[in-house]
């Protein structure tokens, strides 16, 4: 007779291959009708390889969170491919960007189920992540609808601002040990190189016909990329914001963290030049700004008093530009005089232009001295110019007057208590360390994301553009599983 443990209806896995096999049947009917009632076959071949992949992250989240990276560097390639079809619709767009979403979903599902069905239990430690993650997905859930936003526009400011949220505590539970994630991240640098390569190609190049034809499509609020002295390029991802904060990330990925035995390989050298140049290859500051951040970080936070300088030099010198902004804006103009442009290069021009910072400066004065951001719970409408407010008087492009704007001193509030509580654990765990390759690899992780996030505070957020948000949520996770996993493992054996 066979014992309850050797029943295979009692197994984990095999009765997620059964909710797999059911739930791929109910999607594939789904499919059959749309393939045979809808004109465009490209995107239903897209929403064919959609529900397949997210057949195999229910059932394997982790090779789920593989095709996803992969989705993420390729997918707004895929939604402009579309235009060769000459049937392009806002459907088809929608359905194109609704594959990244359907598969994170997929993942969590997958996560959630498999952890029922095998009992198993939260650490005390992603409890509290798992409380905080509540917290900020509801509040970034619910400021759409305050604003009198309809239920899809809801959805879509949901899925971009707070949608990758959950990859913090899902990497923790698919990936428990850091050598598991490293592997995964080692896979993302290889995944997103052709992106850094074809970023640099566009800059020397231009863009292809099929780019410039969607952009002219009507389909994507870029147009306006073409306006500039120097087209910007984007690559395979949805902006030059984007690509710039992205390979800025990788950039320091590739240079900082040990891959193997607490040590940088030999191939992450000539990785991480291609990640710097196709940063340069942008011409975006945001991206460029991370880089030297990161690695003033990376040297830094390996001591208590020299990560306490770091924090002090920085907010110092956020606070002093904050104040002066008036000042410096009044100047901009005779400063860009001074910086060696040329009037025979398009790129020279577009490199030091400075223009575009006078919005960012715009925003820090109005952040500072306008009423009508200074509100409990936020105000939307207060960043949108009428008859009485002009442009100037209500802009808002920097991270902190956002926040402001819409969530209010109680947001902006609660945002930097976060913040700050998260900084402060992370480098104390960080500090704590005694495993070396553990705590190169957290200080490394450490560096890139202190440096996204101030620069969000002088460019704009970069956590509501996709790919980075995920990206930024899931180093946070790596760094989690680094930090927690060593204590986890020392009371186990205690």
Known sequence: MKSAGSNPFLDSVFVLKLIGVFVAALLAIFVGFFVVSYANPFTTTILTAAIAMSSVAIVHPRAGLYLLIVTTGYLDLVKRLGVLTDSLSELDITVTLAVAPLLMLSICLGVVIRNILERKRLESWQWVILALLIVCMGGVALQPFRGGAGFLQGVQSFVNSGGYLPMILITSMILPEPEDSLKVLRFALWVFLPVALYGIWQQIFGFNNFEVRFLESGYTITVGDLDDVRPRPFSTLNSPHTLSVCTAIFAGVALFVP????????????????????????????????????????????????????????????????????????????????????????????????????????????????????????????????????????????????????????????????????????????????????????????????????????????????????????????????????????????
């Not at 891959?259 to 011409?283: D, E, H, M, N």
């Not at 030297?292 to 970080?297: A, E, K, Q, R």
């Not at 920085?314 to 005779?334: C, K, Q, T, Y």
């Not at 952040?367 to 100037?392: E, V």
């Open 259 to 494: 891959f193997k035995g607490g040590q940088r390989l030999l191939w992450q050298y000539p990785v991480s030049l291609v990640y710097i140049s196709g940063c340069l290859a942008t011409i975006g500051r945001s991206g460029i700004f991370i880089m030297p951040i990161t690695l003033v970080g990376w040297l830094c936070f390996r001591r208590k008093w020299a990560t306490c300088l770091f924090y002090g030099a920085i907010l110092g010198g956020l606070i002093l530009l904050m104040v002066n902004a008036e000042p410096v804006l009044d100047r901009l103009g005779s400063l860009e005089k001074l910086l060696p442009m040329n009037d025979n290069s398009d790129v020279s021009n577009e490199a030091f232009r400075l223009g575009t910072f006078s919005e960012r400066l715009m925003s820090f004065h109005n952040g500072l001295t306008n009423p009508r951001f200074h509100t409990l719970f936020g105000d939307p409408d207060a960043a949108k110019a009428d008859d009485q407010h002009s442009y100037r008087e209500t802009v808002a492009h920097d991270q902190i007057t956002q926040t402001l704007v819409q969530y209010g001193l109680v947001g902006l509030a609660i945002s930097v208590l976060i913040t700050m509580t998260g900084l402060v654990i992370a480098h104390r765990a960080v500090l704590r360390l005694r495993d070396r390759t553990t705590r190169e690899v957290a200080i490394a992780l450490l560096s890139i994301l202190t440096a996204v996030i101030y620069s969000g505070m002088m460019f704009g957020s970069h956590l509501g553009l996709f790919p980075v948000d995920f990206f930024f949520a899931f180093l946070v996770g790596i760094l989690a599983v680094c930090c927690a996993k060593p204590s986890t493992s020392t009371s186990t054996s205690s």
